[in-house]
């Protein structure tokens, strides 16, 4: 599929590549009369995935919701209510940014994280990328 406007079974779609670095090559896929999102790698709600870089990533979900979405719908996630998602997922790095921040290793900041997302899935996620975040 090419990037642009298309138009499937009556449906249209917008195929979009996020134009900042750290997302170049993951497809969107926008409808814009639904005013829903089908997006991957930028955040995601209900499971920890603790992905840098953290402040751009907050500057694109902000950029995203001011696009005002009623769905999105994040990779392997479900879909959720607009609004609801860019606060759950703008808090949640938020939050991350916070723990890296006030702690000096990883295994403190994943005790802030699962304090603070109890009802999250995805532990050996928070084993596994988090590290990358103390690196000097």
């Known amino acids: 599929m090419q990037l642009g406007e298309d ?3 009556g449906v249209s779609l ?3 590549n996020p134009e900042v ?3 170049k090559g993951n497809l969107y ?3 814009p009369a639904q005013k829903a999102i089908i997006h991957h790698h930028l955040a995601y709600v209900g499971a920890h995935v603790p992905m840098p ?3 751009p990533r907050i500057e694109v979900l902000k950029a995203y919701e001011a696009r ?3 769905w999105v719908m994040a990779g392997h996630g479900v879909a959720l209510e607009g609004r609801a998602y860019f ?3 703008i808090d949640y790095y938020t939050t991350l940014a916070k723990a890296i921040a006030e702690t000096t290793d990883p295994a403190a900041a994943k005790a802030r994280m699962k304090a603070a997302y109890p009802d999250y899935a995805g532990d050996a996620l928070l084993d596994r ?3 990358g975040f103390f690196k000097k």
């Open 129 to 131: 990328m988090l590290p």
């Open 68 to 70: 005002d979405y009623n």
């Open 87 to 89: 606060a759950k997922a």
């Open 53 to 55: 870089p953290i402040e």
């Open 21 to 23: 670095s750290f997302l």
């Open 14 to 16: 917008v195929l979009t």
């Open 7 to 9: 138009t499937i079974d």
């Open 29 to 31: 896929i926008e409808f």
